[in-house]
């Protein structure tokens, strides 16, 4: 993403998908635009007889769950000539208002995304000047910009033969096979197996060829149980997402 500047001055922008807040409608913020932190998900019960709460967060999973991240940015409208208030009006609500974007990228943190969907809040205009409210809820985890597929390769390590496969991205089942998958994200992913046979991972059937998402794999280690006879491939995407 391209940084802008005024007189030298950093106009601070966010780019949303294709649109970037100062290249295509001027709009300078009124204060720097930060996006605020998501907030946890808690679970505390008060219990006649007991000091405190009880904390029932992390209960029915060993890892910590979070709302989507809600705030607002507030902007300028720098009218010229070719850019009044009102075609910067319309364009905003027509391109920006409702619209969900898997990229949202702030000017001054340039190696993060964000995803999630935009409203336009409030516009005002006065005789001194045009502001204009953008609200968001975005999802709470940031990405990389630069996040991709990554396969692991457990053989790599060049392990013992005695010690479970973790990392892979294929393997063979020869009657019933243990699997024992690590998801090093902090967050629950979906695995998609590409199978040569069809078999079974528990009780789900899977067929031959590709099973999108046939997997959810939680932070930490999975372990499946797999019956058949089938060659089968393992992939699932490293978002690299962070708090």
């Given at each position: 993403?391209?940084?802008?500047?005024?007189?030298?001055?950093?106009?601070?922008?966010?780019?949303?998908?294709?649109?970037n807040t100062w290249e295509r409608w001027h709009l300078f913020p009124t204060t720097r635009p930060l996006i605020a932190p998501p907030k946890p998900v808690t679970k505390?019960?008060?219990?006649?007889?007991?000091?405190?709460?009880?904390?029932?967060?992390?209960?029915?999973?060993?890892?910590?769950?979070?709302?989507?991240?809600?705030?607002?940015?507030?902007?300028?409208?720098?009218?010229?000539?070719?850019?009044?208030?009102?075609?910067?009006?319309?364009?905003?609500?027509?391109?920006?208002?409702?619209?969900?974007?898997?990229?949202?990228?702030?000017?001054?943190?340039?190696?993060?995304?964000?995803?999630?969907?935009?409203?336009?809040?409030?516009?005002?205009?006065?005789?001194?000047?045009?502001?204009?409210?953008?609200?968001?809820?975005?999802?709470?985890?940031?990405?990389?910009?630069?996040?991709?597929?990554?396969?692991?390769?457990?053989?790599?390590?060049?392990?013992?033969?005695?010690?479970?496969?973790?990392?892979?991205?294929?393997?063979?089942?020869?009657?019933?096979?243990?699997?024992?998958?690590?998801?090093?994200?902090?967050?629950?992913?979906?695995?998609?197996?590409?199978?040569?046979?069809?078999?079974?991972?528990?009780?789900?059937?899977?067929?031959?060829?590709?099973?999108?998402?046939?997997?959810?794999?939680?932070?930490?280690v999975n372990q499946f149980y797999f019956t058949g006879n089938s060659t089968i491939g393992l992939s699932y995407i490293m978002d690299e997402e962070v708090l």
């Amino acid at each position: 993403m391209n940084a802008f500047f005024v007189n030298d001055v950093p106009v601070h922008s966010i780019t949303f998908g294709s649109y970037n807040t100062w290249e295509r409608w001027h709009l300078f913020p009124t204060t720097r635009p930060l996006i605020a932190p998501p907030k946890p998900v808690t679970k505390l019960e008060k219990v006649n007889g007991y000091n405190g709460y009880l904390d029932y967060t992390k209960v029915l999973s060993n890892y910590m769950t979070f709302n989507d991240r809600e705030g607002n940015w507030d902007f300028r409208v720098i009218e010229t000539s070719q850019n009044s208030w009102a075609n910067v009006y319309n364009d905003i609500v027509d391109k920006l208002d409702g619209k969900y974007f898997d990229s949202i990228v702030l000017q001054d943190e340039p190696t993060y995304k964000y995803r999630g969907r935009l409203t336009v809040s409030t516009w005002k205009n006065n005789q001194q000047e045009t502001t204009i409210t953008i609200k968001y809820r975005l999802y709470p985890y940031k990405i990389l910009v630069s996040s991709s597929v990554k396969d692991w390769l457990w053989d790599e390590l060049d392990l013992t033969s005695n010690v479970d496969d973790i990392f892979y991205t294929s393997f063979a089942v020869n009657g019933y096979a243990y699997k024992s998958i690590i998801n090093p994200n902090s967050h629950a992913v979906s695995a998609d197996l590409n199978c040569s046979a069809a078999c079974k991972v528990g009780n789900q059937r899977l067929v031959s060829g590709m099973n999108k998402g046939a997997l959810t794999l939680q932070p930490g280690v999975n372990q499946f149980y797999f019956t058949g006879n089938s060659t089968i491939g393992l992939s699932y995407i490293m978002d690299e997402e962070v708090l």
